[in-house]
């Protein structure tokens, strides 16, 4: 089968390294828009159990990543200036070029044709292929150029954020949370190699428009950023890589496949970040689609349709607990007169997928702090 696959991230080259795996007579190639070393942001996190569906479904790719992970055993969230580990959240990260690059090698080592600098501007460029993936992100041009045979919904929320990097190395996965006296900021942050961590900042609307950010340059919102996480950064400062306010959008299709067309990744739904990575949910995509592909030959409609019996249920779960934890930062400000530890049992059953019976198992450490303190 000719299978083109347009999107150069996580979920296109892991699926293409997949596909060829099942039939490497194949032919598959992936067009990507960008130069081969260039990608925005800076790492990518996965929760433990994120990464036990790799471990099971991929043994192999899990070996071939581990090695080039950061890991730690816990998360952390800092509230008027307290500390609070929360045990059984261990992590693991890794740059997102340097997994680009992982992915890269495996899917080309298996005879991938990826095509960099190749942007799409109409569906005629892959009018010889025989399957079409969507793997092109949040702005996917696949979904767009099909007009509303995907039937998609995108909300955009109100609040905003911008992702860094800092020469600041953190011993952990740590949502710190600080006011100014514009309003209240939330940093997401953690170490993705040895000398450097993202740190992603968040804020509601009202703060960022009284702190004035749509007047600022790049420069000055950097400046005004350190200092408000002056305390976390130690005199560090944050770096920028294409770095732009951004506001979240929650993207849903009601059809997953149209003919010969599938999509997959954050071309196909998003997730907010705050309840797990993109890049792991893509990666699961992959793995299904390439287990339907397994499953069901090359009748195309029953290839994506066993593909979406696969996703979608666990996916509408996913995205709910997404829906419910991103509604938890966009009240934030009024949590902020919790005391630290109520703040932080507060996190950690926002999405009301984890309760007190759960918690207890899960993170007993914390729930005994949480009971001292609290009561």
């Not at 996916?315 to 997404?322: D, L, T, W």
Request: aromatic residues 12%.
């Amino acid at each position: 089968m000719r299978i083109s696959i347009v999107g150069g991230g996580p979920a296109g080259l892991y699926f293409a390294d997949l596909i060829k795996r099942i039939d490497p007579r194949h032919q598959v190639t992936v067009f990507e828009r960008n130069r081969r070393s260039v990608t925005w942001g800076f790492g990518v996190v996965f929760s433990d159990r994120a990464l036990e569906f790799l471990q099971t479904d991929d043994p192999a790719m899990f070996d071939y990543l581990m090695p080039h992970m950061e890991t730690w055993p816990d998360l952390t969230i800092v509230h008027r200036d307290t500390r609070i580990p929360i045990d059984g959240n261990g992590f693991a990260a890794v740059g997102r070029l340097e997994l680009l690059n992982l992915l890269q090698a495996r899917a080309e080592g298996q005879g991938v044709d990826i095509r960099y600098e190749t942007g799409l501007d109409a569906l005629d460029a892959l009018a010889e292929a025989d399957v079409v993936v969507g793997a092109d992100g949040v702005n996917s041009l696949v979904r767009q150029l099909h007009g509303s045979d995907f039937h998609t919904r995108i909300v955009t929320h109100s609040n905003k954020f911008i992702w860094y990097g800092t020469s600041q190395v953190f011993d952990s996965l740590t949502l710190t949370f600080r006011t100014s006296a514009d309003g209240v900021f939330c940093a997401h942050h953690y170490r993705y190699s040895p000398r450097m961590s993202t740190f992603l900042v968040e804020v509601d609307l009202p703060t960022w428009e009284r702190a004035g950010f749509a007047d600022m340059d790049a420069e000055q919102t950097m400046r005004y950023c350190e200092a408000v996480f002056a305390p976390d950064l130690d005199g560090h400062p944050i770096v920028s890589n294409n770095s732009h306010w951004r506001q979240f959008p929650a993207i849903w299709n009601d059809r997953w496949y149209h003919g010969n067309t599938v999509l997959m990744g954050d071309a196909l739904r998003t997730a907010h970040f705050s309840i797990g990575s993109g890049t792991r949910l893509a990666m699961e995509d992959a793995l299904a689609l390439a287990r339907a592909f397994r499953e069901a030959g090359e009748d195309l409609q029953a290839v994506f349709a066993r593909f979406e019996a696969l996703r979608r249920p666990p996916m509408e779960k996913i995205v709910a607990a997404a829906d419910a934890s991103l509604r938890w930062y966009e009240g934030m400000a009024e949590l902020m007169t919790l005391t630290p530890y109520e703040f932080a049992y507060s996190y950690m059953t926002r999405t009301g997928r984890i309760g007190e019976a759960k918690l207890e198992r899960q993170a007993p450490r914390f729930m005994a702090e949480y009971r001292r303190h609290v009561g």
